[in-house]
């Protein structure tokens, strides 16, 4: 765990906010290098700024009785940590449809750009957070499990006792950068179907995330048998088939 990057005097940057950060302009790095454009920065930027917001009303809903009911004032913190990806996920993708509607692009082909490089982002944001220490996994004795220390998250939902879980953060980021790979290969694919790369996409996160859960010892909220990311998780891979279906309609 090491949640402070740089911590001198009035200058303060959190290990989390600056993976993030750096995810963020990779990600715009590489999409100007694959559509070889310089135009989207208002989207890139939109897309930004709609994913945080959307994952931090997420997480607020979702922990509001155990971190902000008693103390609201917390829910501005964003640099402590807590961010719930499909939250943002969701809300980015209501500002992508209305920027490609408001401007005539095209969603399949413009969607294909950002899906194939959003598993990099989401991979640093993993990252960010074992070095925070949230989004720990179950309690285990495993050769790979770690131990956080006191004050971490961990520390306090275990009644502040020190107790090894799962590192399901980097579990996570290792299969994004998979799926990273396997999104850029079709990418290459000369003459793919329009929507295939952001089907594979939302299918494989879907898949990745549902069985994460199962490996997740943070508080998780119930929907019926699954945690509302499971619940999600199948709904997004439902979308995903039906972006591989539209670009297939198209292309025939």
């Known amino acids: 765990m090491f ?13 989390y906010g600056a993976c993030m950060a750096a995810g963020f302009l990779v990600c715009w790095t590489i999409i100007e290098r694959l559509s070889g454009r310089r135009d989207l ?38 640099d402590q940590g807590g961010l719930m990806f499909y939250g943002g996920l969701v809300l980015a993708l209501v500002v992508f449809f209305a920027w490609c509607l408001r ?5 399949l082909g413009m969607s294909d750009l950002l899906s194939a490089v959003v598993p990099l982002g989401h991979a640093f944001g993993r990252v960010g957070c074992f070095f925070y220490g949230c989004c720990y996994g179950r309690d285990s004795d495993a050769w790979c499990a770690v131990t956080f220390p006191a004050g971490s998250p961990s520390w306090y939902e275990h009644g502040q006792r020190l107790v090894s879980v799962l590192p399901t953060q980097l579990f996570e980021a290792v299969a994004l950068l998979v799926l ?7 990418w290459r694919i000369p003459e793919r179907r329009r929507g295939l790369v952001t089907g594979v996409y939302m299918i494989g996160y879907a898949a990745i995330r549902f069985g994460m859960e199962y490996l997740r010892g943070d508080p998780r909220a119930a929907v019926g048998p699954f945690s509302i990311s499971q619940t999600i998780s199948i709904g997004l891979a439902c979308v995903g088939a039906a972006f591989i279906l539209a670009g297939h309609r198209k292309q025939a």
């Open 180 to 186: 990273f790979a396997v999104l850029m290969a079709i």
């Open 3 to 15: 949640p402070d990057l740089i911590d001198i005097g009035i200058l303060h940057i959190k290990t």
């Open 103 to 107: 401007h005539r692009e095209s969603i």
């Open 41 to 78: 920065s208002n989207l890139v930027l939109a897309l930004m700024v709609s994913g945080v917001l959307g994952s931090r009303i997420a997480y607020v809903i979702e922990h509001w009785k155990t971190e902000f009911a008693a103390d609201p004032a917390k829910i501005i913190r964003i």
